[in-house]
């Protein structure tokens, strides 16, 4: 089982990633929490990883601390809840923002994120009311102890208004509604027209009625 994973990145989108190391190529599926603190293309990185193994796939999670990596496991536990929405719930929200939620049982916070739904975010509030404070407990992540998950520099990537689409799209939203909220956020702000990562936070807050 693979556990934790550092190399070279070689390729990086708003929610897979591939890591090169000891000759192989790793395909990894991020949350946006994580890509935010990637390094650019060609720099080392080291990720928390957790493995998941279905009948016909193995497929591997990545994450920048041990505390999102914990806080996707706890969301996986989750009844209906899978990898891909429990990635979508952690792109939207932190995981002390997520602890933050649950304790206070505020369903609608969680419902906000694209492709949740009422039934499921009720569900984890639920579920997960007693196990919450368990994320305050991780250990410090692999990252950190090796210094593997920079923060990015400032170069853009190429088609930033499609790479912000393409990852509301991932987290669950439909295109249309994707590129109506984006297109919003760029009408207030045209600076963000230029930087995808500044267009999918100012898009999520947007989804979740923050100014």
Do not use: C, W
């Amino acid at each position: 089982m693979i556990a934790s994973l550092t190399g070279t990145l070689t390729v990086r989108d708003a929610n897979r990633i591939i890591v090169e190391t000891g000759g192989v190529g790793y395909e990894v599926l991020i949350p946006l929490s994580t890509y935010y603190r990637l390094a650019s293309t060609g720099e080392r990185v080291a990720l928390e990883i957790r493995q998941v193994v279905r009948e016909d796939s193995i497929t591997l999670y990545g994450f920048s601390s041990a505390t999102e990596k914990r806080a996707f496991d706890l969301l996986m536990s989750v009844q209906h809840v899978g990898p891909k929405l429990a990635l979508a719930i952690l792109s939207v929200l932190a995981p002390e923002e997520l602890v933050a939620a649950i304790l206070k049982g505020d369903v609608e916070r969680i419902d906000a994120v694209p492709g949740v739904g009422p039934k499921v975010a009720e569900r984890v509030v639920r579920e997960l009311r007693d196990k919450a404070g368990d994320l305050k407990l991780a250990a410090p992540s692999v990252a950190s102890a090796n210094g593997g998950v920079a923060v990015p520099k400032s170069s853009v990537p190429a088609g930033p208004l499609d790479e912000a689409i393409s990852a509301l799209v991932n987290l669950g939203m439909k295109p249309v509604e994707a590129k109506r909220v984006v297109d919003s956020v760029i009408a207030e702000d045209s600076a963000a027209a230029n930087n995808s990562e500044l267009m999918i936070r100012k898009s999520l807050a947007v989804l979740l009625g923050e100014k």
